[in-house]
């Protein structure tokens, strides 16, 4: 499903941005340091493409242990 299909269906899509970009330099020295370890929150089925936005919301309404999903654009 493409963002322009979404017009002509009934979805709600609600996204948030809940920190501020001065905040990236910290965050990214904490990864690079190893501070912050990424793999518990992204496992390999976290990170989909655009054409598996549909049946990946349809497996979270009943979540396991998910706790972020990203969606690549360029898989």
Request: charged content about 35%; some cysteine; hydrophobic content about 40%.
């Amino acid at each position: 499903m493409l963002p322009a299909d979404w017009r002509t269906r009934d979805l709600e899509l609600t996204t948030t941005f809940a920190f501020k970009p001065e905040w990236w330099p910290e965050c990214y020295k904490l990864l690079e340091s190893g501070a912050v370890r990424v793999e518990p929150m992204l496992k390999g089925d976290s990170i989909i493409s655009l054409d598996d936005i549909e049946p990946t919301f349809k497996r979270l309404f009943k979540p396991a242990d998910e706790i972020k999903m990203v969606v690549d654009f360029e898989k």
